[in-house]
């Protein structure tokens, strides 16, 4: 699981997709990439903010019925899982994510900002990963501040439906 945690607003870059220059992003301990922050690196800050499991069941289930496509296929029990190359980029370093070949996924979440956006979205043929996922997409959960974001972009797997069958 990817996080990027966007404390300030996203930057235009080539393309006109919303993405994040790379003097925004430093490596966490856990050598996952996050934002800056004005208050200090977001890596060296603990989440104070906690969501309840039925907050978090209440949102996907919201959104489910709202026709969010990433929130409906964490409500399958069986949803449809992406293959990995291992060839994913991410766009903001240009650099492979690191899953290896033959792994698989149904989201591959990151908070940017109030949002939860995944990087496996769905697409005309299924699903593929999206190396300029942002919070404008169709696929974005919004929450009311950047700790709902983080927060549910690293714990919904334990409230989602489809882990009930995770082995």
């Known amino acids: 699981m990817a ?6 607003g996203p930057q235009m870059h080539q393309g006109g997709q919303m993405g994040i220059t790379p003097g925004m992003i430093e490596m966490s ?6 934002l800056k922050s004005p208050s200090g690196p977001l890596s060296e800050q603990p989440t104070p903010f ?3 499991d039925s907050e978090m069941k209440a949102k996907i289930a919201y959104q489910s019925a709202m026709g969010n496509k990433s ?9 449809n899982t992406y293959e990995f190359t291992g060839q994913e980029k991410d766009a903001f370093f240009n650099a492979p994510i690191g899953v290896p070949q033959g792994e698989t996924g149904t989201h591959f979440m990151a908070s940017m900002g109030n949002s939860a956006v995944p990087f496996i979205q769905q697409g005309q ?3 593929y990963f999206n ?4 919070p404008s997409n169709p696929e974005a959960i919004q929450f009311e501040n950047p700790e709902q974001a983080l927060y549910f972009s ?4 334990k409230v989602a439906p489809m882990m009930r ?3």
Do not use: D, F, T
């Open 125 to 127: 043929e299924g699903l």
């Open 3 to 8: 996080i990027l945690s966007m404390m300030g």
């Open 165 to 167: 069958n995770a082995k």
């Open 154 to 157: 690293e714990n919904y797997k």
């Open 131 to 134: 190396e300029y996922a942002n």
């Open 29 to 34: 301990r856990r050598n996952i990439p996050v």
């Open 50 to 52: 906690k969501m309840s």
């Open 71 to 79: 929130a409906q296929r964490m409500s399958q029990l069986y949803p």
